[in-house]
């Protein structure tokens, strides 16, 4: 069965440390293997090459500290409630198939739960190629902050269908660029793009480990000893801090 981790709606606006590292895919992990613990095999929907990479030798250069991401709080009005709303419930849903943990009323158990993998990342993708037809990336100003989190969760999930990955990759750079969503959300899914294309990752997000079961990044780290410097520029930790978070996650 999968490694289970994820949120429910009442904490995705308080997403912080070893739950954070699971859920953005953690990078630890791939579609069909998502787990939270830091360590994931390879799946059919996204093979690499990526050889194991030692922990101590990936960041000599020291970093600066992360910048402060100054995003909008919870309680700020928006532009679209509706879709905030929306977004938020196929947040529930995503992470409910991944955690096995079904919402109230759902009496689902944690197998259909599962059985419900593949048919609701499509479904979310399919509705999230709305979303971006119809208002291209949903930010912080249109749906929250809360809202804008769900959307780059729903993408980066969508595995099954990497034009969409791609397309989102390109509209969420325009709106962190814009001021209006979180870099550190961009950082995660430039990688997710990187390693379903099998590229070198940028921000060392994305993680898997060997067959010894050794921590491995799922592609090479482009210029590892540079790694921390670029995470601390869109508000991400070391990666030995990252790496840390992901091995104390069940």
């Known amino acids: ?10 904490v995705v606006a308080m997403l912080t ?4 590292a699971a859920v953005l895919l953690g990078g630890c992990s791939t579609r069909r293997d998502e787990v939270g613990s ?7 929907s996204m093979t690499t090459s990526a ?4 922990t101590a030798s990936v960041s000599p250069l020291p970093a600066p500290a992360p910048v402060a991401i100054d995003k909008p709080p919870t309680t700020a009005p928006v532009e679209d409630p509706a879709l905030r709303t929306e977004l938020l419930a196929m947040l529930v849903q995503d992470q409910a198939v991944r955690t096995g943990v079904a919402p109230p009323g759902d009496p689902r158990t944690p197998d259909e739960l599962a059985a419900d993998w593949d048919e609701t990342d499509r479904r979310n993708s399919a509705r999230m190629a709305e979303v971006l037809d119809a208002h291209g990336w949903p930010g912080w100003r249109l749906v929250g902050s809360d809202g804008a989190f769900a ?4 993408v980066q999930h969508a595995d099954l269908d990497l034009p969409l990955q791609q397309r989102g990759l390109d509209l969420l ?10 870099p550190s959300d961009l950082a995660y899914l430039v990688d997710r793009v990187r390693v379903a294309t099998n590229q070198p990752q940028v921000y060392g997000t994305q993680w898997g480990s060997d067959e010894s079961g050794a921590p491995a990044p799922r592609t090479p780290i482009e210029d590892p000893a540079q790694v921390d410097i670029r995470r ?9 801090d990252y790496l840390e978070e992901l091995a104390a996650v069940p």
């Open 151 to 154: 959307a780059f969760v729903l």
């Open 51 to 54: 050889s194991p990479t030692p």
């Open 38 to 44: 830091g360590t994931a095999t390879t799946s059919a």
């Open 232 to 240: 601390a520029a869109v508000g991400l930790g070391t990666l030995a």
């Open 173 to 182: 750079t325009a709106a962190v660029h814009a001021g209006d969503a979180d």
């Open 17 to 20: 440390g070893a739950l954070a």
């Open 1 to 10: 069965m999968r490694g289970r981790r994820g949120v429910t709606r009442g």
